[in-house]
């Protein structure tokens, strides 16, 4: 179990994993998480642009800013 009171050992825990990526614009991202900083800026490989559910493209690998995020979540 990770300690809730450490948010990036939560992140840390997620490495190499696939998670989805809400932002606040309303996009949702999908991919496997690669790195992150202590601005929760972070690179997903393997990305996928999702709107409704349905795949709206792919989009490989991609750096999305942490100030553009609202959740990041592992993908069950």
Not at 16 to 37: P, W
Not at 46 to 54: F, I, K, L, S, Y
């Amino acid at each position: 179990m990770v300690d809730a009171s450490r948010p990036l050992d939560a992140l840390n825990e997620s490495r190499n994993k696939r998670v989805v990526v809400e932002l606040k614009n309303g996009k949702q991202l999908i991919g496997n998480l690669k790195a992150f900083d202590i601005h929760i800026n972070i690179v997903l490989d393997n990305a996928e642009e999702r709107e409704n559910g349905e795949l709206k493209r792919k989009l490989g690998q991609v750096f999305i800013r942490g100030d553009t995020i609202i959740i990041i979540s592992p993908q069950a």
